[in-house]
């Protein structure tokens, strides 16, 4: 039938929901020629030690920036999730420290705290009609302000390992790899599926595009909003635990600049940052190039400084990347 | 943009002939909750009123009088230059935001820092130079949202980034506190006005930055072609295209200002600490936030195209006495705890008013 | 229009009860009434035009009637029963359906994903890919399109296959009531067809379908019947065999319609404008024509046809590619809006929200906006003393309604907003003015007030180029009509010429002759 109708478009175009796009294929390449290069280059970056210690120091960045995605995949944004996951340890750490809290009802609490925070936000966002980079800003200082009057002016020290599980050490791995990064493998799987599959994840991205369209098209608009942003705050509650990890210290200054670096994150991974665009498989991806170039500063023995001027970089490339090939898209 | 759920309609909404029915109290309110510099200025006299209350009450740690106010105008100073870089962006439109103000600033400082510090220039030349260094550096920014089509808040990360790892390479992340740049401590004194001696010592740099620079800023957009050129492409950037705006070039320039002014905020910071330090505009939260929080308290609408200087000055004022009288209501650190507080209630707050007053179908500024 | 007849129309089956009815329905937005009391009745199988000048409350009805906004007062009854107003959830639910003027589409999903979108086929939460998508290319089938594009992203296709996918998402929720506000205006003549035949299959099998257009034309060919709205009232609904357009047209306008009133003469001179094989892939091919002083010259064609884009490379926005434009004489390059205004050349868009006005500043800052060079000193600073004269000038002298030149321009009627925009354009006497839709969107007095302004810009010695697919305008104003076709002058026409042979000539005898593709 489709044949014989003289149809306008009779070119056959190629689909192009497919698993893996552009901008993954090439940080998985970029990705494999680093991890190639420095395994030559250095004797130790091919270690279980220097992968396993690179993995567990990337995995907040990528749980945090799984959230980040949906949220930047509406439309908006959240610059205030490094204050909130200060929040979220001061008040898990002193927990488990001062009450003993075990490790079930802690992990409970954390996520619950990080939840609260997030909804904060979302309502904020969805209902105050403000931009949300102005409501996140502030909520930075507020969440910040908040962490710091929970410290009482000091750091939480003797932190017991209760979380050891999710830490750095040799009993947070499963065969050989840190179990942050597991949990991070997984939630990235849950919210590929569920973004790509499942009818509220794909409203996301209606959101981005066109918030007034979606409302038309009986999407609730506010609900899926406060839902991106809820969910960025459970996940910086589990960040927050991964960074307590195997106990010990929490500095005041915990989090700080955290949210620029998930940001950066989730930008290299390919996600639009006007929304509309993006997947937590590219955010992923961005979380461990960073973390990569981190740790090969580090082991090429060059300044550490030189992590942040490549990062600069790397999201200059990835973004402009991403402008050609729309540029070439919308010529066409 | 996710909140803009309403299908606005093209009709206009009540118009300027219903106020006139309104009591005069009733519109006195109004004016207060809609535009903005009448209401930071209502703020303003609370605030500082308030303070004076407790002062006298012998509530504060340290008196609350002209003299502690006027001597709080130093940090005054490097918040509104950088609240102005902020200001002309943001209005620039398109998402215009400046996140690398901070990076600029520690990279320029540690550029006069060389200067001054190592190479022994002359204070005014390497001035000069420190500010074209910012404008150059904010000719980066300008590039790459103008001309290359970048999103505003990712080329500005990009570059706060860039631009800060390169101060601290610069001398090898140590600061620069050589006898000739202590020596510019001196731009930072006070002086006594010849008015009496009822007003206070003023702040050196208060007179020599930030009036004459808020008085260029406030001539550039509001009584320059320029700045006539700035507010429409921030309003409507395809409407100045087809009345013959050059968009590009405009916006460009916003950056290149933007830069400008964060270079010759390095200077006065680098005044204050009498040394060139290459993390002194990222310490903390960085540099960014808390002029785009004056900006944004200051009624410049994110969305681009409204702005004033007037409201970003009393913005300025508002948090720089705000700050200093929290020092003295609380014990040690918890001052400057709670100034963050402040900082964010009155973010989150103002912008809410911005949306109200949005709503209400008149502009914020 | 009593002529035509086709098949379709007897195929309906007939029917008495109407599926939606409307009374004493109200609207006002702050100071403009709207709608004013509509009654309206639509009946189960009927294609029901709603027609109306621009203003006359179309799409303020179709909004109340989709639920996207609500109504002050009245009653809408489905089926005899009461829908609430104001809620899309709820006018979905009773099964109406609503395609409009801009395709509501999410570029970033696929064709399959935005027909759903709102109301995916679900398994336990999960999208069901595979029923979604037979159901689509179904819809596909239906509505003409390959059934590839199922799982193109939208942002990747024509805007016409945009326009024609909305279809087929209003289609997929089964409705009832199928709303279609001007669903031709992007299509070709072709697209357009294969439109009409999605929308009799629809009707024949029951569906009530309300069609809103400008195109008169089309009324005989798709619609039963007509309702006219004029100033927000429904002044007539009757049977479409019964009306001929000029009797729409008079109910439209309400007393009428007197084209080409208008007795002018040309000045013999040479041409201040002339244009040689312009080119622009794909929008406009080897366009020719010449323009002299003291000269109107329309460029008559329906949305799509490729005038407004030579307009916008006249004017240096979107640039041709080739082809040689002589200025006053002398060959010039017109690469940006710079080049164009250096060389005397003033435009008018079409849009005047996206396009024209800076909303929320004053009607000064409008009308400087465009003459910043001229309007300050030293090119520094602006005169704002000047400036104001000027605007208050042309408040007084084409009568703007407003109460000063500070007044934000967004406390403006849509008529007065254009006069500002087109006050900007004046300030300089260009030498050429180019027009695009200057009355779109405007009340009738101020439409004719605009007309006013033109014609006395051409007496006074300027040379005007308009671009508009409003035929009574072209007839009145043009010395001379260009009307074009799928990107091309297909014909030309001097003042006095019959609205129905330009018509024929813009919307073409031969609906097999190939248009254009976008």
């Known amino acids: 039938m489709a044949a014989a109708n003289p149809g306008i478009a009779t070119r056959r175009r190629r689909p192009v929901a497919r698993a893996v796009e552009g901008q993954e294929l090439a940080l998985i390449i970029v990705l494999a020629a680093l991890w190639l290069i420095l395994s030559i280059s250095t004797d130790t970056f091919l270690t279980s030690s220097n992968l396993s210690n690179l993995l567990y120091s990337v995995a907040p960045i990528a749980i945090i920036g799984i959230g980040m995605t949906a949220v930047i995949v509406t439309g908006g944004i959240d610059v205030s999730v490094g204050s909130g996951a200060a929040v979220v340890m001061v008040v898990v750490a002193k927990a488990i420290r001062d009450s003993g809290l075990p490790l079930a009802p802690a ?226 | 943009m996710t909140t803009d759920t309403t299908t606005a309609p093209p009709e206009p909404g009540p118009g300027l002939a219903d106020r006139g029915r309104q009591s005069p109290i009733r519109r006195a309110i109004d004016l207060v909750l809609s535009e903005r510099v009448p209401l930071l200025a209502v703020l303003l006299v609370l605030v500082v009123g308030w303070f004076f209350l407790l002062s006298n009450q012998g509530y504060l740690v340290a008196p609350y009088d002209s003299d502690y106010l006027f001597s709080a105008l130093d940090s005054l100073v490097p918040l509104c230059l950088l609240a102005f870089a902020e200001l002309v962006v943001i209005v620039s439109g398109r998402g215009g935001i400046d996140l690398s103000v901070g990076s600029i600033v520690s990279l320029c400082g540690m550029a006069f820092g060389f200067m001054v510090g190592l190479w022994n220039w002359p204070v005014l030349a390497a001035l000069v130079v420190t500010v074209a260094v910012g404008a150059a550096l904010g000719a980066i920014n300008g590039l790459l949202v103008a001309y290359l089509g970048f999103p505003a808040l990712i080329a500005t990360l990009a570059t706060f980034y860039a631009f800060g790892a390169l101060a601290l390479l610069s001398h090898n992340n140590a600061p620069i506190s050589t006898k000739p740049i202590q020596d510019v401590h001196s731009l930072t004194r006070t002086v006594s006005l010849p008015l009496g001696d009822q007003v206070p010592d003023v702040p050196l740099q208060v007179l020599t930055f930030l009036l004459p620079v808020a008085v260029v800023v406030w001539l550039v957009v509001n009584r320059t072609a320029y700045g006539r050129k700035l507010y429409a492409i921030g309003t409507n950037d395809i409407a100045a295209r087809f009345a013959n705006i050059p968009v590009r070039r405009s916006r460009f320039l916003a950056y290149v200002a933007s830069g400008a002014l964060s270079g010759l905020a390095a200077v006065v910071i680098v005044a204050q600490f009498a040394s060139a330090r290459p993390d002194s505009g990222s310490v903390g939260n960085g540099m960014a936030l808390p002029a785009i929080t004056i900006a944004v308290l200051g009624g410049v609408a994110i969305v681009g195209g409204v702005g004033r200087v007037a409201g970003v000055i009393l913005a300025g004022l508002l948090v720089v006495w705000l700050n200093a009288g929290i020092l003295l209501a609380f014990e040690g650190s918890d001052g400057s705890q709670f100034q963050l507080f402040a900082l964010g209630a009155l973010l989150v707050l103002s912008a809410l008013l911005n949306a109200y007053s949005l709503r209400r179908g008149r502009g914020a500024g | 229009m009593t002529t035509t007849h086709h098949e379709g129309h007897t195929a309906r089956p007939a029917s008495d009860t109407p599926v939606l009815r409307l009374t004493g329905v109200t609207k006002r937005y702050g100071g403009v009434q709207a709608l004013r009391g509509v009654d309206f009745e639509l009946m189960r199988g009927e294609v029901h035009a709603i027609v109306g000048e621009n203003g006359a409350g179309k799409s303020t009805l179709i909004k109340i009637i989709s639920g996207a906004e609500v109504a002050d007062q009245g009653e809408i009854e489905i089926d005899g029963h009461g829908l609430a107003s104001g809620s899309t959830t709820s006018a979905l639910g009773a099964g109406i359906a609503t395609v409009y003027q801009e395709p509501q589409l999410f570029g970033e999903l696929t064709v399959a994903e935005n027909v759903f979108i709102g109301r995916e086929l679900r398994n336990r939460g999960i999208v069901d890919r595979a029923g979604q998508r037979e159901r ?383």
């Open chain 3, 136 to 518: 689509v290319l179904e819809l596909l089938d239906r509505i003409g399109l390959h059934r590839d594009l199922a799982d193109v992203r939208v942002a990747d296709m024509p805007v016409a296959e945009q326009q024609l996918v909305s279809i087929a998402k209003a289609l997929s929720q089964d409705p009832r009531i199928l709303i279609l506000d001007e669903p031709s205006a992007i299509l070709t003549d072709r697209e357009i067809e294969t439109m009409f035949s999605a929308v009799r299959a629809m009707r024949d099998s029951g569906v009530a379908v309300i069609y809103i257009s400008h195109r008169l034309d089309e009324l005989a060919q798709i619609t039963d019947r007509v309702t006219v709205l004029r100033d927000g009232s429904a002044v007539a609904s009757r049977p479409t065999s019964e009306l001929s357009v000029r009797d729409v047209a008079e109910l439209m306008v309400g007393h009428a319609v007197d084209a080409g009133a208008v007795n002018r003469t040309v000045p013999d001179a040479d041409p201040v404008l002339r244009v040689e094989g312009l080119t622009r892939v794909p929008k406009f091919a080897d366009v020719s024509f010449t323009l002299r002083p003291g000269e109107i010259v329309a460029m008559y064609g329906l949305i799509g046809s490729g005038a407004a884009d030579v307009a916008r490379a006249l004017f240096g926005i979107d640039p041709a590619d080739e082809g040689q434009v002589i200025v006053g004489g002398r060959p010039v390059v017109l690469a940006a809006p710079a080049d164009a205004v250096r060389n005397g050349i003033s435009m008018l868009p079409a849009n005047r929200k996206v396009q024209g006005v800076f909303g929320p500043k004053s009607i000064a800052f409008n009308i400087s906006s465009g003459h910043l060079r001229l309007l300050s000193k030293w090119g520094l600073w602006v005169d704002r003393s000047r400036e104001r004269t000027i605007a208050t000038d042309f408040i007084r002298r084409i009568s703007i309604k407003a109460p000063g030149p500070a007044t934000a321009v967004d406390n403006l009627s849509g008529g007065n907003q254009q006069k500002v925009v087109l006050a900007r354009q004046l300030v300089e006497r260009p030498r050429i003015l180019l027009l695009e839709e200057p009355t779109q969107g405007v009340d009738v007095g101020a439409k004719d007030e605009i007309h006013r302004i033109i014609l006395e810009l051409a007496d006074g010695g300027g040379a005007v180029l308009v671009i508009s697919s409003d035929l009574p305008e072209v007839q009145q104003l043009a010395d001379r009509i260009l009307v074009v076709r799928g990107g091309a002058i297909t014909a030309e026409f001097a003042r006095g010429s019959r609205q129905a042979d330009l018509l024929a000539a813009a919307a073409g005898d031969d609906s097999d002759t190939e248009t254009r593709s976008s």
């Open chain 1, 107 to 332: 992990l409970a609490l954390g996520l619950a705290v990080g939840l609260v925070l997030g909804v904060i936000n979302g309502v904020l966002v969805a209902y105050g009609g403000i931009h949300p980079i102005i409501v996140t800003f502030g909520t930075l200082n507020l969440y910040r302000f908040l962490a710091l009057r929970l410290f009482e002016n000091k750091q939480v020290t003797g932190v017991p390992d209760t979380f050891s599980v999710l830490g750095g050490g040799k009993s947070g791995e499963t065969l050989g790899v840190p179990n942050a990064w597991w949990l991070a493998l997984v939630l990235a799987a849950v919210m590929w599926s569920y973004m790509r599959y499942w009818a509220t994840g794909r409203h996301w991205y209606a959101l981005g595009n066109d918030a007034a369209a979606a409302r038309l098209a009986g999407i609730r608009v506010k609900s899926r909003t406060i839902a991106a942003y809820a969910l960025t705050g459970l996940f910086v509650g589990l960040a927050g635990i991964v960074l307590i990890g195997s106990g010990g210290l929490v500095q005041q200054n915990a989090g700080t600049g955290l949210e620029l670096r998930v940001i950066a994150a989730v930008v290299i991974g390919g996600t639009s940052i006007l929304g509309g665009r993006g997947s937590v498989l590219g955010t992923l991806l961005g979380a461990l190039l960073v973390g990569t170039v981190t740790s090969a500063i580090t082991l090429l023995g060059w300044r550490s400084e030189l992590t942040e001027l490549f990062i600069g970089v790397f999201i200059l490339v990835a973004v402009g990347v991403d402008l050609v090939r729309e540029r070439r898209r919308r010529a066409r």
